[in-house]
């Protein structure tokens, strides 16, 4: 059975991540919090040790380190986030996440705008 967002499109809610977050021994627990047309944001939960090997998304990607710290390879380079950090990925970034610690992040994706056919998709001719 799929877990429903923690949060419907529709509602308004007031979550503590802290109480939503899950850990699991050796492992990476992700939550949708949120799911729309527009946007996605997931919140995960790292093991000491557990990683994301390299990827890449199409979609913007707005990361928040809530607790603990992680590395983060960005494109070749790393750096080393913790409480409070706060990370924009353009699409297509290669990148990779490793946790030093045990940490949790809130994931946010957020899908590209298409641009209209009849012009710049500003609302201007």
Not at 36 to 56: K, M, N, V, Y
Request: charged letters at 20%.
């Amino acid at each position: 059975m799929k877990e429903l967002p923690l949060i419907a499109p529709e509602e308004t809610k007031v979550l503590d991540l802290t109480d939503e977050t899950k850990f699991a021994d050796n492992g990476i627990v992700s939550r949708t919090v949120l799911n729309t047309p527009h946007s996605r944001t997931i919140l995960f939960g790292f093991a000491e040790g557990q990683e994301l090997s390299e990827h890449t998304s199409t979609q913007h990607a707005l990361i928040h380190i809530l607790s603990g710290e992680c590395e983060f390879n960005l494109d070749g380079k790393v750096h080393t986030l913790k409480v409070g950090a706060f990370l924009h990925m353009p699409p297509n970034l290669r990148h990779a996440v490793q946790a030093k610690q045990p940490f949790s992040m809130l994931l946010t994706l957020i899908k590209p705008a298409h641009k209209s056919e009849s012009g710049s998709g500003d609302g201007h001719c």
